[in-house]
C-alpha cells in the first residue's frame, strides 16, 4: 500500500509538471483514505471533484491520491502534492487531521481543508457534514421498522464523529420505540467489505433486525438483504446492492462546498474556518427511499428529515443524560458546533461502554 | 451465550477461514518447492475481480471460478516467468505483482463496481444438512467450503505420500541435488507456482463470488497477507494450515460477537486476537518440533541457475 500511494504520487508528479507548461491553472489535489470505487465515501468526495471540474472547466485542475493510509504516509502524500504545485489540497479523513496540519506549516501558500477534524490554523480549515442529520432520520426508520426491538450499529472507530451518530441514531430510535435496544460492534476500519459482513452477520445472529452502519462499503446491506433483514445505506446510493433491504440511504454531495471554497481561493477572499454542511445546504440527502416501506415509516421518515432541514428540530437539544446519569447537555441547550466535535458519551440507554 | 449463537458462530467462522484456506494452501506447495511469492493478495484480488465479470457476463458462477483460476495462473506466469527465467529477486518481485494485481483489478473492475450477483448458493445435503448443530455448522455450506476441505485432503496425500510430493520436497530442500538426479528443478517450481496462483485466483473468487457476492476495489482487504502468515505459522504443514485457517475465521468472528454481547473490551485488543490466536496455537502445535526451528525449506526464497553449483 505504501508503495502504491508512493508510486501514485510519483506519477502525479509526472503529470502535473507536463501540463503545467502550457497554462497556468488553479491546481487543487484531493487525498482519499478509500478507493474511489468504494461507492461510499471516497466515491462522493470524488464524484465532488468532478462537479468541481464541470464547474471551472479549463480554469482549474485536479488530482487525486485514493486509498492513502491515516499516519505517516500521508504526511507524504500531502507533502507531494503540496510541493507540486498545488494551490489548495483537500484531504478528507478523520485520521489526516495531524499530518495536514504539519504541512500546512511548511506550506504557507497552499491552502489546505481537511474534512471532519478540529484542527485549523492561518492556511487550514476544517469541513464536515452533520452526518448525525442522517442518521438521526434512519434512527427514526430503525426504531419503526424493527420487530425484535433490536438495532445493530456498524462502528468504524470510536471518535466523536461516529459516537455523536451512534447517539443521534439511538434517541431517534428511542424517540419513536421506547422499548428498542442497540448492539454496537466495532470493525476498526473505514473500508473492508468482508469484515463489515462478518460484523453484519454477527448482530443479525444475535436478534438485530435493522442494520445502521458507519463504515464505507456495501457489504452490511448486502448481508442483510441475503438474510431478510434491513438497512440503511451509508455516504452514497447503495439501493442497487439491496434491492428489499434497503430503507434509504444517506448520500453526501460535497460539491458545493468544494466550489464555494475553490472560488474563495482564487478570489483571495478565503478565510480558514469550520465549515458544518447538512440537510440545509443539500450536502446530505435522503437517496432511493424505498417503495416497500409501510406508509407510515415513510411519512414519518419525510417529516423528520422536514424537520430537521428547516432547522425546526435539532437533535442534540437538552436535557440529554449519558448512560451514567450525567446530565451532558441541560435543558433549553442545543450543543454548538464546537461542542459537537467533542462528544464522548453514550446517551441513556445505551449499555455498552465507548471502548478506550 | 446459547447454542443457536455459538452454532452461527462456529458456522461464520469455517466460511471466514476458507479464503485464507485455498490461498495458503496454495502458497505452501508453491513455497515448498522454495519459491516465496509475495504477490499473493494481487493474485487474489484478480481472480475476484476476473471471477465476478465471468460470472456477472454469463450469468454462471462456474465460469467465475474458471476464470478466476485461469487469471492467477496468468498473474503467477508473469511472476514465474521474472523469478525462475530471469532469476529475479523473489520478495521484490512478489511485491510487485502485489502492487500490480491492485492497481489492475480497481481499472478493469470499475465497470462492474455496483452490480450483484447470485453467486454460490449453500447446497442441501439430505439427512446430514438436517442435524442438529453439526447440520449446521458443518452441512449447510456452499460449494467452495467443501472444496477447500477436498483439496486441503488431497494436497495433504500428495504432499507426504506420493512420488510427486518427494520431488516436490526434493526441489525445495536440495535443487542442486535435485537437478543431479535428473528433476527438471525450474518445470516443477513453474508448476508449484501456476498451482499457487490457481489456489490465490479461487480464494478471491470466494470472496467476490461468495462472501461479499460483488465487486469493489480492494476488497480482499489484506487477507493474502494473512494467508502468507499463516503458511509460515503452519511450518509449512497441510494439516496445520486448515486448522489455523479456520481458527484464524474463528477469532475474527469472536472478537465482532462478544461486542455485540456487550464486552466491554478495547476493540482494538480484540482486533488483536485472531493474530494471537494463530501465532499461540501454531507455537503449541510445533512445541515438540522447536528445535527444527521453523522447518523451512532449505532453498525458500532463492533462485535456481543449473549453471552454478550449490
Known sequence: ?356 | MDIDLITQVLFAAIKTGTPLLFIALGEAICEKTGVLNLGQEGMMLMGAVVGFMAAYGTGNAGFGLLGAMLIGMVMSLIFGFLVLHLGANQVATGLALTIFGTGLSAFIGSSVVGQTIAGFQPVYIPVLSDLPVVGKVLFSHDLLVYLAIVLAVVIAWVANKTRVGLTIKAVGENPHAANAIGIKVLRVRYLAVMFGGAMAGLGGAYMSLVYTPMWVENMTAGRGWIALALVVFASWRIGNIVLGAYLFGLASIMHLVLQGMGWSISPNLLAMLPYVATIVVMVIISADKFKEKLLAPRSLGKPFDPRQMA
Do not use: C
Open chain 1, 1 to 356: 500500500m505504501k508503495l502504491k500511494s508512493l508510486l501514485v504520487g510519483l506519477g502525479l508528479l509526472a503529470g502535473v509538471g507536463a501540463a503545467q507548461a502550457a497554462d497556468d491553472p488553479f491546481k487543487v489535489g484531493f487525498v482519499y483514505v478509500g478507493p474511489v470505487g468504494d461507492l461510499g465515501w471516497s466515491y462522493e468526495h470524488d464524484r465532488g471533484r468532478q462537479e468541481l471540474e464541470k464547474y471551472f472547466g479549463d480554469k482549474i485542475e485536479t488530482t487525486y491520491v485514493e486509498n492513502v493510509p491515516e499516519g505517516a504516509d500521508a504526511e507524504r502524500v500531502i507533502t507531494q502534492l503540496a510541493k507540486s504545485g498545488n494551490d489548495l489540497i483537500f484531504s478528507t479523513s478523520f485520521g489526516f487531521m495531524n499530518p495536514t496540519l504539519k504541512v500546512a506549516k511548511r506550506f504557507p501558500k497552499v491552502t489546505f481543508e481537511h474534512a471532519t477534524g478540529y484542527k485549523r490554523s492561518k492556511n487550514m480549515g476544517t469541513y464536515v457534514l452533520r452526518t448525525y442529520e442522517g442518521r438521526y432520520v434512519s434512527g427514526v426508520a430503525a426504531g419503526m421498522l424493527t420487530e425484535t426491538n433490536t438495532i445493530g450499529y456498524i462502528g468504524s472507530f470510536p471518535i466523536p464523529e461516529v459516537i455523536r451518530d451512534i447517539n443521534s441514531s439511538f434517541m431517534a430510535a428511542k424517540s419513536v420505540n421506547p422499548d428498542v435496544t442497540m448492539k454496537i460492534v466495532w470493525v476498526n476500519s473505514w473500508y473492508d467489505p468482508g469484515k463489515e459482513t462478518d460484523a453484519a452477520n454477527a448482530l443479525m445472529d444475535q436478534g438485530v433486525d435493522v442494520l445502521l452502519q458507519h463504515t464505507d462499503s456495501p457489504a452490511p446491506l448486502i448481508a442483510a438483504e441475503k438474510r431478510g433483514k434491513r438497512a440503511i445505506g451509508q455516504a452514497s446510493d447503495q439501493s442497487s446492492f439491496a434491492p428489499t433491504a434497503h430503507v434509504f440511504s444517506v448520500r453526501d454531495d460535497w460539491a458545493p462546498y468544494y466550489i464555494k471554497v475553490t472560488q474563495a481561493v482564487m478570489d483571495g477572499t478565503y478565510e480558514p474556518s469550520d465549515f458544518w454542511g447538512g440537510f440545509h445546504e443539500d450536502m446530505l440527502s435522503l437517496a432511493s427511499i424505498n417503495d416497500n416501506l409501510p406508509a407510515d415509516v415513510r411519512a414519518k421518515i419525510d417529516e423528520t428529515y422536514a424537520k430537521i432541514k428547516s432547522g425546526e428540530f435539532h437533535p442534540f437539544t437538552g436535557p440529554i443524560k449519558d448512560n451514567k446519569g450525567n446530565i451532558v447537555v441541560a435543558e433549553g441547550h442545543t450543543l454548538t458546533d464546537t461542542e459537537l466535535a467533542q462528544v464522548n458519551w453514550y446517551v441513556e440507554g445505551i449499555t455498552d461502554e465507548i471502548p478506550r
